[in-house]
């Protein structure tokens, strides 16, 4: 397994996002995550595009985008011009989630397609080839510092397996209640990478935090 960590945002001090910006910059941390809420799809609204934009511009590593909105097909081009590197959609919230990846792709963008806790990981049977990576949540999304799901295990183990009896290419990622209490069975349990919040920015010293979170 790859062993990546891509830091949360939303749990970053907001009025001086330039500096946790460059300690994601100078730490271990593979990907900036960026949490878009639209207080439809989940009962809670963060940043849009701007922040997106704004971000991009101080960020040396590339911008994981997990949107968490209803009808994500209408917003593709404009987080693609924002600056995300890699587009995640909830299959909850994609009718037409094949055609979706193809235009992210289109737009060159990586993809990815995000599961609610209680979507079984055999949904993805017919479309795993296409992605570029595959995001667990351990919680249900909408909210960060909530308390990690330990079933999320079971479900890493089963997408391993289907990624490789597929013989795909994507990535495991796993969000929510991520701690140095659950990395190392994550990884071993088949997952790429971690990302993580609360656990992050509200620790005495993040980049140390990163890089434990890798090991
Ligand atoms: C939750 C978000 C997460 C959140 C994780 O809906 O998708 O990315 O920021 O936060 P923690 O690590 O605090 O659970
Ligand atoms: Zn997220």
Known sequence: MKKMVAPSLLAADFYNLSKDIDIVNRSEADWFHLDIMDGVFVPNISFGIPVVEAVKKHAKKPLDVHLMIVQP???????????????????????????????????GMKAGVTLNPH??????????????????????????????????????????????????????????????DNSAQLYKAGADVLVSGSFIFNSGDPVKTISELKK
């Open 73 to 107: 097909e209408k917003y593709i081009k404009a987080f693609r011009d924002a600056g995300a590197d890699l587009l995640n959609v909830h299959y909850e919230a994609s009718t037409h989630l094949h055609r979706t990846v193809q235009e992210i792709h289109n737009s």
């Open 119 to 180: 979507t079984p990981v055999s949904h993805l049977e017919d479309i795993i080839e296409m992605m570029d990576l595959v995001l667990i949540m351990s919680v249900n999304p909408g909210f960060g510092g909530q308390k990690f799901i330990e079933n999320t295990y079971h479900r890493v183990e089963q997408l391993r397996n289907l990624i490789e009896k597929k013989n795909s290419q994507a990535l495991i990622e796993v969000d929510g209640g991520v701690s140095t």
